[in-house]
C-alpha cells in the first residue's frame, strides 16, 4: 500500500502563507496533484499539471518533483479553509489506473 506524506499544514491569518508538500515513494506516478474539501462541500480540485481550479489562480503555484509535490499558497483567504489532499496516480503496465490519497491536512485561514 502507498502511504502519501502531506506537511505543511496550520492556521494562518487572511493574507498570510503556507507551503504543503506531499512525498509519494514507489514507482514515479502518472497524475500527483492537490484536492481539498471545505465542510459541507465536494472535495474539489485545487492544482495539478492540468491548471488550477478558477479561485485560487495567481495564487497558489503547484510545482512537482519527480515523486514529491509542493504547493505553495500565497494570499490566503477564509474560504480556502479545507483540508488538503495529495492525490497520486499510477498506470500500471495493463493501463489500469490505481489511485492514492493523503491523510489530508488542514489550512484554516482566520483572523
Known amino acids: 500500500q502507498v502511504q502519501l506524506v502531506e506537511s505543511g499544514g496550520g492556521l494562518v491569518q487572511p493574507g498570510g502563507s503556507l507551503t504543503l508538500s506531499c512525498v509519494a515513494p514507489?514507482?514515479?506516478?502518472?497524475?500527483m496533484d492537490w484536492y481539498r474539501q471545505a465542510p459541507g462541500k465536494q472535495r474539489e480540485l485545487v492544482a495539478g499539471f492540468t491548471g488550477y481550479a478558477d479561485s485560487v489562480k495567481g495564487r497558489f503555484t503547484f510545482s512537482r518533483d519527480k515523486n514529491t509535490i509542493n504547493l505553495q499558497m500565497n494570499s490566503l483567504k477564509p474560504e480556502d479553509t479545507a483540508v488538503y489532499y495529495c492525490h497520486a496516480r499510477y498506470t500500471d503496465a495493463g493501463f489500469v489506473d490505481h489511485d492514492y490519497w493523503g491523510q489530508g491536512t488542514q489550512v484554516t485561514v482566520s483572523s
Open positions: 514507489g514507482p514515479i506516478f502518472t497524475i
